[in-house]
């Protein structure tokens, strides 16, 4: 199965988002896959803010190295690129009005993405304020929306669904203090058809139970396992609680 059509085939399932910049060594690398199999986990994610081509290269590769379970990229910027994953989300940060973010890195990697013959899905990607200034807002100097301003929020997400975005990804930025809100992923799907990703500040099962409750397809998870991959252990008796009860 391709990745978007795996994406839109089930609500609630997780990615484990790898900042390569963070990934110590290939043992480290490898003790976090052993244990994102055992949390059933869906997806790996690899990008960052900051990251140069060469840690992509080596993350995505050692990833592939090791584990069957699919590899995404998440760039950060065009040249976050690696041949050997399994499809690339091709990101439009269309809540910033930065043109290097909305087409200038699109722009430049296209001939190489081209290339690669990989599955390429195009994706709405939303800043959420998340209570703190995050290297993602830092970086792609775009302002954030407003947390408490759904109404924009949603149609910035139907404007990237009436643009020919195959997927929406709500992010309130890597270490935010607060997630995006709930309600948010309801109410947009309940206008329009799409796929969504959120991730940002996810530290809890409950926080996990409730993005799953309100229709996310994918669930991202980066900071919390970062500071202790024995989360991965808590997600493991989630997912088998909640496969019990499905
Ligand atoms: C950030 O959605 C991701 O782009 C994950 O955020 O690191 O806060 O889990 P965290």
Do not use: W
Request: net charge negative; proline share 4%.
């Amino acid at each position: 199965m391709d990745i978007l059509n795996k994406i839109q085939s089930n609500t609630g399932q997780l990615a484990l988002l790898i900042d390569p910049e963070k990934t110590k060594n290939e043992e480290h690398l490898i003790e976090l896959v052993r244990k994102a199999e055992f949390a059933l986990i869906d997806f790996f994610f690899v990008g960052g803010s900051t990251v140069t081509r060469k840690e992509i290269e080596t993350v995505v590769s050692g990833l592939k190295k090791h584990t069957s379970i699919p590899v995404v990229l998440f760039p950060g910027s065009g040249n976050q690129l690696s041949e050997h994953a399994d499809a690339l989300l091709f990101l439009n940060l269309i809540s910033g009005r930065n043109p290097d973010f909305l087409s200038g890195h699109h722009v430049s990697c296209a001939e190489e993405v081209l290339e690669m013959n990989m599955e390429v899905i195009p994706t709405s990607y939303i800043l959420i304020d998340g209570g703190k200034m995050t290297s993602v807002a830092y970086v792609s100097q775009t302002t954030p929306i407003p947390r408490e301003n759904s109404s924009i929020s949603l149609k910035t997400g139907i404007a990237g669904y009436l643009m020919g975005q195959k997927l929406t990804y709500f992010d309130a930025g890597s270490g935010a203090l607060q997630s995006v809100p709930e309600k948010l992923i309801s109410e947009l799907k309940q206008k329009i058809d799409t796929p969504v990703i959120v991730g940002g500040g996810i530290r809890s099962i409950e926080q996990i139970e409730q993005f799953k409750q309100a229709g996310a397809n994918v669930i991202v998870i980066g900071n919390k396992i970062e500071e202790n991959m024995d989360f991965l252990l808590d997600i493991a008796s989630y997912q088998k609680t909640s496969f019990r009860a499905d």
